[in-house]
């Protein structure tokens, strides 16, 4: 399957999509089309190119033998500027140029990192994606939100720019730690609730094929939610208005990340932030109660919390939030679900009304 993401520019700019399981084999061939003569450096996930990375040289992917591979530890906590600089410098003394390109190989982190290594190495660089988990191949590569962390919050420095293209095989999911294909799930049903409700009954129904990595069931959920963000990418590719409602779950998910020193996980923290947002909406009469158990029974399903952990204050969330760059002026930003498949931007947040809400979803 090919998604074209078409974006608005001086010329016409498509970033492409490509899902599906022969996309392995194809690389070497779509990656020598694609950089035009251009020199390659890999950035991987050091732990996927150990599982992988001998895979990828049987297939001749191109430069891995010419010392253009770069290793890279990824995790939350390391996604700092000194990664980038880690990255740029091993380019620089591979002999890296403003004719190169960067491919990344890995996670949400890598991908993030490669990204805005690319965006601003000699000014800016071509570079594709290659992601081996569920939640970088249904969202974190696909849009080109690219950005490193602070100690402030996540993402607080960052650029757009769009991935050439983003080659998407379900099969590295083969090795995916089950804890890693839930934090993936946790976004497959964020998009759900923010616009699909086939998505959604798919997903309340196949979660078991899903689980034991049934080849169609991926396709069918990576598809899908790769197809829902094009869609919101090519109608706001830099998040000025309707992008936003991407971040349903985000606004408390990146505050618990953040409070947690990301103990907690990106997609159960967005599960717990859906919670909240659901609750809220129900609480201000939007959302029917039976919908918001909808979400709790999904998410349960998939053993994703539901509840903010008692050690966490609501007080401290709210502080949190607005640190995060989704803060609008000095109000609060939500995205709210009013129903499965619909959601609706919301800034009108009473401060004490939020407060219950987190005051009640607190667990033991």
């Known amino acids: ?147 490193v962390d602070l100690p402030e919050g996540k993402n607080l420095l960052g650029t757009f720019h769009q991935p050439v293209q983003v080659w998407s095989d379900p099969r590295f999911l083969s090795t995916l730690p089950d804890e890693e294909l839930r934090q993936g799930m946790a976004e497959v049903i964020k998009s759900a609730v923010i616009g699909d409700e086939v998505l959604w009954k798919f997903v309340e129904n196949h979660s078991e094929s899903i689980k034991k990595r049934d080849p169609e069931a991926l396709l069918r959920i990576i598809s899908a939610s790769c197809l829902l963000k094009s869609r919101v990418v090519q109608a706001d590719e830099k998040e000025s208005g309707y992008r936003r409602v991407l971040n349903l779950g985000h606004t408390v998910g990146h505050a618990l990340e953040k409070l947690t020193g990301y103990r907690l996980r990106h997609g159960d923290c967005v ?67 009013v129903h499965i498949g619909k959601v609706m931007e919301y800034t009108e947040i009473d401060n004490d009304e939020f407060l219950d809400v987190l005051e009640m979803m607190r667990g033991e």
Not at 76 to 94: C, H, Y
Not at 95 to 103: C, E, K, M, P, T
Request: aromatic residues 6%; contains cysteine; proline residues 5%.
């Open 1 to 147: 399957m090919k998604i074209d993401v078409s974006l608005p520019g001086g010329r016409a700019r498509v970033s492409r999509i490509v899902i599906g399981e022969d996309v392995m084999e194809r690389i070497a061939e779509e990656v020598g089309k694609a950089l035009r003569g251009r020199s390659v450096f890999w950035v991987w996930d050091e732990s996927v190119w150990s599982l992988w990375g001998k895979k990828a040289q049987s297939l001749g992917w191109p430069g891995l033998d010419e010392g253009h591979v770069i290793p890279f530890a990824a995790s939350e906590p390391g996604k700092r500027l000194t990664a980038v600089e880690f990255i740029a410098r091993r380019m620089i003394n591979a002999g890296a140029s403003r004719d190169s390109a960067i491919v990344a190989v890995g996670g949400g982190v890598t991908g993030d990192v490669a990204g805005f290594t690319a965006s601003i190495y000699m000014r800016g660089i071509p570079h594709f994606q290659i992601p081996t988990t569920l939640l970088a191949q249904v969202d974190s590569s696909v849009g080109g939100k690219t950005g």
């Open 271 to 337: 599960a717990t932030g859906m919670m909240a947002a659901a609750s809220l909406s129900m609480r201000l009469g939007m959302m029917q109660p039976g919908d918001v158990e909808k979400i709790r029974n999904v998410c349960e399903a998939w053993e994703m919390p539901v509840t903010i952990p008692r050690s966490i204050e609501p007080a401290d969330i709210i502080a949190a939030i607005q640190a995060d760059k989704k803060r609008i002026g000095d109000k609060l930003h939500f995205i709210l679900p």
